[in-house]
């Protein structure tokens, strides 16, 4: 049954994970060469698109398994 600690708790561990997220898509968008999102919107470069894709895939996977313990 769900309770209210439930439902917060499920909030709160989804509101730092999208954190987590962000912050750590930002940071290797900074430390790849050039502007990550120039290259996907005005050059329509698919390999960089695939990159970016794959990295937040990555990143997702390694969130929810550290939040599923």
């Known amino acids: ?3 209210t600690d439930t ?8 509101g730092i994970g999208i954190l987590i997220f ?3 898509f930002v ?3 900074r430390l790849t060469p ?4 120039r290259e996907i919107i005005e ?6 698109a695939i990159l970016a894709g794959a990295v937040a895939i990555g990143i997702s ?9």
């Open 1 to 3: 049954m769900l309770t």
């Open 7 to 14: 439902i917060l708790a499920t909030l709160l561990y989804a």
């Open 22 to 24: 962000i912050v750590s």
């Open 27 to 29: 940071l290797v968008d």
């Open 34 to 37: 050039g502007e990550l999102w």
């Open 43 to 48: 050059r329509q470069n698919n390999a960089v």
């Open 61 to 69: 996977t390694i969130i929810a398994a550290a939040v599923h313990g």
